[in-house]
């Protein structure tokens, strides 16, 4: 009977945490980027003034949001890092390509979003979208891209080291 194995399959702290980070970031990501935008837009909201306001109190908490748990991925790849020995040097790459996704996004694309879109002239009665708010939207997209395909290979490589 003292032959049976007794095993046990436990996590590390840091891994679950960087495994939940990265789930919820991910998740919240695609949820903000397929359904709400897309349904604001569909719905008529850009072409109202609010809709300035609207989207950049929308982005401002969910930008503070990338960045805590841009900061606990980070924080979590470096303890893991230094714990186990099978880590590879790209886990942290791909933390700090997320890191400064998040970084962009807060700091440059969102504030300068906003800063385009805001209607100021109470007496122009035609309100179209500028030419630059199409660049800024291009460029946000492909950082979603970039935070995605990096998050998405940081969340294999996590899931498959347990």
């Known amino acids: ?24 970031w991910l998740s919240a990501s695609l949820v903000l980027d397929w359904v709400v935008m897309p349904s604001l837009y569909f719905s008529g909201m850009m072409n109202q003034d609010s809709f300035t306001t609207v989207g950049y109190m929308i982005f401002w908490m969910f930008n503070r949001l990338e960045l805590l748990f841009a900061a606990v991925v980070l924080t979590g790849v470096l303890a893991w890092r230094k714990t186990h020995s ?17 970084f ?19 007496f122009d009665t035609v309100s179209t979208i500028p030419t630059q708010m199409n660049l800024l939207h291009g460029s946000y997209f492909f950082l979603e891209v970039i935070k995605l395909v990096a998050g998405g290979t940081l969340l294999m490589r ?3 080291n347990s």
Request: hydrophobic share 50%; proline share 2%; charged share 5%.
């Open 1 to 24: 009977m003292n032959t049976i194995s007794t095993i046990e399959f436990r996590r590390s702290s840091w891994q679950t945490a960087v495994l939940f980070a990265l789930g919820f």
């Open 86 to 102: 099978q880590w590879h040097t790209n886990c942290l790459f791909l933390a700090v390509t997320l890191l400064a996704i998040a």
């Open 104 to 122: 962009l996004n807060t700091y440059l694309l969102t504030p300068q979003m906003c800063a385009v879109g805001v209607h100021l002239n109470l």
């Open 158 to 160: 996590c899931w498959q």
